[in-house]
Structure formats: structure tokens, C-alpha cells
């Protein structure tokens, strides 16, 4: 199975922009990369996929390196609510999400 | 996206007894997965169940300790069976929705478990 690699913890100042990275040097051609976050006390939530573009949505950004070896998540502007465990996460089969230790972000008024 | 809600939320069971926990989806979905979270780690995958089969387990799981059913699209239960304090966790079930690798998951709010 594809592996992701992520650090353990993070820190961002309220309001600022963080950037949250991944590396995923094994990935196949086909996998997608997906992102997770759990909120304490909450069951994980979807926060973005992509392939090989940049992909924008509400929540965040994705920004995939063109040989597809690492990503970033972006929080335009971090919150106290976007303190949470943020999961990156292949597709390495049709149908399962198979999670690693995750980032913990922890956001500083 | 499903709106997914379990029961219980949470229980406290003595050791050598059995729990099960309902998972229920506001839409007919094909694929429901079920994952463990013990204190302080990442979610683990139990099972995948899908309707009218039985459920594929991961490795280090089994039928006889962890039972699931899944009787229609909307609907699945996992049992902890024979229950020890390992067996302390959150238990989460989710749903995925999508096409192809393009899918997305969605999880119901987790059963909190102690077992004493």
C-alpha cells in the first residue's frame, strides 16, 4: 500500500495561513490523494481530494507537486475551530481509507 | 453528503459481555466501513460491509470476535463480542460516496466504549 508522511504536530497563529504537508513518494498513477480532519470529540470529515491539480473548495486548498510525490493542504485564514488531526490519505484500493497518525494542528489565538 | 448516526454514543460493559452498535444512513449507500479509534490513535479499519454479502475483515480482525450485519442499504450493526478492557474504544462507521477513485467518506459520530 501506498504510505504518506506527515508531521506530527503543527502550530498556526489564529487568522494567519497555514500549510499543512504530505509526502507521498509512492504513490501510483491512479491514486487520489484525499484529505481528513477530526475535530476532538468527532468522527473525521472530508475536507478535499485531488489527482494532479490544484483543487479549491470551501474548506481549503490542495496544492499537488507535479511529479505527484507530496501535496499541501492550505487554510486560507486558520481558525480555533480548524484545530483538529488532518489525515492525507491515498486511495490505494477501489473502496477503503486507511489512515496514518495524521498532523495535529493546533491553532494559537 | 450522508448524514450518518449511531447508537449508543457511548456505554460503559462489563468484561465477557457482548455490545452492538447500530450504524443508520439517511440514503441508500453500497459500501459501509467500520473503524476502531483506540485512545490517543488513529482510526483503524475493521471491516467492509456491503449489502448481501458478508463483511471483508482486515487483518488482525475476525468474524467470531467482531460479527457485523448489514441487512439493506440504509442500515449495519457491528457487535463487540466477549468484550475486554482492549476492547476500549470509539467505533465509527462510515459510508462513501463517489464513482470510481473519486469517492468520498463519511463517518457518523463514533460509539464510545469502556469496558471495566
Known amino acids: 500500500d501506498a504510505k504518506t508522511t506527515q508531521p506530527n504536530s503543527m502550530e498556526s497563529n489564529e487568522e494567519e495561513p497555514v500549510h499543512l504537508p504530505c509526502n507521498h513518494s509512492t504513490i501510483s498513477g491512479t491514486d487520489y490523494i484525499h484529505w481528513y480532519r477530526q475535530l476532538p470529540s468527532q468522527g473525521p470529515e472530508y475536507v478535499i481530494h485531488g489527482l494532479t491539480s490544484n483543487v479549491n473548495n470551501r474548506m481549503a486548498s490542495l496544492a499537488i507537486a507535479e511529479d505527484r510525490k507530496s501535496s499541501t493542504l492550505i487554510l486560507h485564514r486558520a481558525t480555533l475551530r480548524d484545530a483538529a488531526v488532518y489525515y492525507c490519505?491515498?486511495?490505494?484500493?477501489?473502496?477503503?481509507?486507511?489512515f496514518g497518525p495524521g498532523t495535529s494542528l493546533s491553532v494559537i489565538p | 453528503s450522508a448524514v450518518i448516526s449511531q447508537k449508543p454514543s457511548r456505554d460503559i460493559c462489563q468484561r465477557g459481555t457482548s455490545l452492538t452498535i447500530q450504524c443508520q444512513v439517511d440514503?441508500?449507500?453500497?459500501?459501509m466501513f467500520w473503524y476502531r479509534q483506540q485512545p490517543g490513535q488513529s482510526l483503524t479499519l475493521i471491516a467492509t460491509a456491503n449489502q448481501g454479502s458478508e463483511a471483508t475483515y482486515e487483518s488482525g480482525f475476525v468474524i467470531d470476535k467482531f460479527p457485523i450485519s448489514r441487512p439493506n442499504l440504509t442500515f449495519s450493526t457491528l457487535t463487540v463480542s466477549n468484550m475486554s478492557p482492549e476492547d476500549s474504544s470509539i467505533y465509527l462507521c462510515?459510508?462513501?460516496?463517489?464513482?470510481?477513485?473519486?469517492?468520498?467518506?463519511?463517518f457518523g459520530p463514533g460509539t464510545r466504549l469502556t469496558v471495566t
Open positions: 490519505i491515498l486511495s490505494t484500493s477501489y473502496d477503503k481509507v486507511i
Open positions: 440514503s441508500q449507500v453500497t459500501m
Open positions: 462510515s459510508v462513501e460516496e463517489g464513482s470510481g477513485r473519486a469517492y468520498e467518506q463519511y
